[in-house]
């Protein structure tokens, strides 16, 4: 039996980033971590409606030297003691290194897919980078773009524009609601 899934990006959906010049950063140390307000919320109601919950973060620092992979790990872990967590799928590669993981690719979201038995088509991304939804949108998924304004490159189409992941989780659990009747 396949199952729906939340798919998450972790800096900027979960955990505040850091933001340089309009562009965000995932935080250096666990001692920076800080959570999103009304992210426990949000990923209770999703767990209450029959989400599997998988954190798909790229993390290039990692390959970039700037960050060690400990770090990502015990923020990682930090979270999953907070929150209800499912999964978490990490890609440590630049851009240079062209693996098929690294989104906007959505190589993260079919390896969560296949090891935990997720139905892409009915699953949703959220994320606060056009990446998030690039990926979410190739892997076949809706897609939620958490808007916070960043000098950057937009999405091109995202299903749903919102400004919080708690914002994200109302609208999604209304949708389900009005879906299944």
């Excluded at 767990?47 to 973060?57: A, C, G, R």
């Excluded at 088509?121 to 056009?130: H, K, Q, Y």
Aim: charged share 25%; glycine share 6%; hydrophobic share 35%.
């Amino acid at each position: 039996m396949t199952r729906r899934a939340i798919f998450l990006d972790r800096d900027g959906v979960i955990n505040q980033a850091k933001v340089i010049e309009g562009k965000p950063y995932p935080p250096a140390s666990l001692q920076e971590l800080k959570l999103l307000p009304g992210v426990k919320k949000a990923l209770e109601l999703f767990k209450k409606n029959n989400f599997t919950l998988v954190v798909v973060s790229n993390q290039p620092d990692v390959a970039r030297g700037t960050t060690k992979l400990s770090t990502v790990e015990q923020i990682n872990n930090h979270l999953k003691e907070l929150l209800p967590i499912d999964f978490f799928i990490m890609c440590y590669h630049d851009n240079k290194d062209n693996c098929l993981c690294r989104k906007p690719l959505p190589g993260m979201l079919y390896s969560a897919a296949k090891e935990l038995t997720l139905s892409l088509n009915e699953s949703f991304m959220i994320g606060d980078r056009w990446r998030d939804v690039a990926a979410g949108k190739s892997a076949g998924c809706k897609t939620v773009f958490i808007d916070y304004g960043y000098n950057e490159q937009q999405p091109d189409s995202a299903d749903y524009k919102v400004s919080s992941l708690y914002e994200a989780s109302i609208l999604i659990t209304k949708e389900e609601l009005n879906e299944t009747g």
